[in-house]
């Protein structure tokens, strides 16, 4: 959903654009009803594309803690929030706000007082608060933006906390700490939700079985935390070997792609915190295992990151914003067998395919890149780049 080009490590982009592409392929079992009977390696593989959207958090964790990682551990200042948060608006912002007003414009959204209410929550990213307004009815995924943009409030808020500890070791205990109070807490929320419920009345702004409860911004942050840890150790590792030969990075790859692959093929639920979702830890702590290892592995990394991986997610931001619109519509056009199921569904999803990607390439030419460009020409200091090194080691 975010793209860093400041922050180019290898591997990272084939995991943004794989997590697009999962999220686009679950999303085709919700248009095509008919496709959860069918049982199948690939439907296995395909169906939880709910799971790229996890994968999403911790990409972002891990991109954008890496800044105040490498202030970190080099004894300097964090980077300035107001241009962290310029960079922020200038990447989330402009292609979002095209399509919330171009497509509440188009399912006429303000005629009527709840689709005002939605559009006003979906531009002032407040929309994951309350059940009425949790998914838009015109562009469910969005649910998703306003999650990620409440992280991005809370990172500069850890960092400030991680800055007085001591060392990166009691920085680390500090997040994992953090992430078992979360547990707990949203545990507790549970608990107390039908109460909650009771004493609101109106489940339009409180339901105890609502996304808004199960889902919300401060559960979710756990993955992204998950992405910050990963951060830390990928900088404090040292840099990939020039050596062509399988090393330790290409076996940490193979192993968790294939704990996730074969997970997903013999149906089995990788251990986790039911109540905390997609998995957590054991899922979000793969994907991190990917991402410090693929930019160190020997093979994997740059076998795996190609033209396509690289243009899918650059795009991706915009593919993710626009692609249930996409399907949607296209499935308003399109012809269906007797049953009525989407006839030549292979077509459809090529056609469905092509037109998000051509949506997404007009939305970034024509907003996001400009957006972004603008933005880095008033900063008068560039984004630092990743730093891949070892970092000095700070003082116990």
Not at 197 to 210: H, I, K, Q, Y
Not at 315 to 335: A, C, D, E, R
């Amino acid at each position: 959903m975010d793209q860093t080009h400041s922050s180019r490590v290898i591997g990272a982009d084939t995991v943004r654009a794989l997590a697009t592409l999962w999220v686009f392929a679950g999303h085709l079992f919700l248009i095509e009803p008919s496709l959860l009977l069918i049982d199948t390696p690939w439907s296995r593989l395909l169906r939880p594309g709910y799971l790229g959207v996890a994968a999403f958090f911790v990409l972002s964790g891990f991109l954008l803690s890496m800044p105040y990682w490498r202030a970190f551990n080099a004894g300097q200042d964090p980077p300035a929030l107001t241009k962290y948060l310029r960079n922020r608006f200038s990447r989330i912002v402009p292609e979002y706000y095209v399509a919330v007003l171009l497509m509440a414009l188009i399912v006429g959204a303000f005629s009527t007082k709840w689709g005002v209410i939605q559009v006003v929550s979906c531009l002032t990213f407040t929309n994951s608060l309350l059940p009425a307004t949790y998914m838009p009815i015109w562009n469910a995924p969005l649910w998703s933006i306003g999650i990620e943009m409440s992280f991005y409030l809370m990172l500069p808020v850890v960092a400030l906390v991680i800055f007085r500890q001591r060392n990166r070791y009691a920085a680390r205990v500090l997040i994992i700490t953090l992430m078992g109070l979360i547990a707990a807490g949203q545990w507790l929320l549970l608990q107390a939700a039908p109460h909650i419920e009771n004493a609101v009345g109106n489940v339009s702004f409180f339901s105890a079985g609502s996304s808004s409860t199960v889902k919300n911004a401060v559960v979710l942050f756990a993955h992204f935390l998950v992405g910050m840890i990963a951060a830390d150790i990928y900088l404090s590792r040292p840099p990939a070997s020039t050596v062509k030969r399988f090393n330790i990075y290409d076996t940490l790859v193979v192993t968790a792609t294939l704990i996730i692959g074969i997970s997903l093929l013999a149906h089995i639920n990788l251990p986790g915190l039911a109540h905390m979702h997609y998995g957590w830890p054991t899922f979000p702590v793969l994907i991190g295992v990917l991402l410090i290892s693929l930019p160190k592995s020997a093979f994997c990394g740059r076998w795996i990151e190609g033209r396509f991986m690289m243009i899918t997610a650059t795009l991706s931001y915009g593919f993710y914003i626009w692609h249930i619109p996409i399907l949607t519509g296209l499935k308003m056009l399109w012809p269906n067998t007797p049953d009525g199921r989407i006839a030549f569904f292979p077509v459809f999803v090529l056609v469905a395919l092509l037109c998000t990607y051509s949506t997404a390439w007009i939305s970034y030419r024509l907003v996001g890149r400009p957006a972004l460009t603008f933005m880095r020409q008033r900063d008068s200091k560039p984004l630092q780049p990743v730093q891949t090194v070892m970092p000095r080691r700070i003082a116990a």
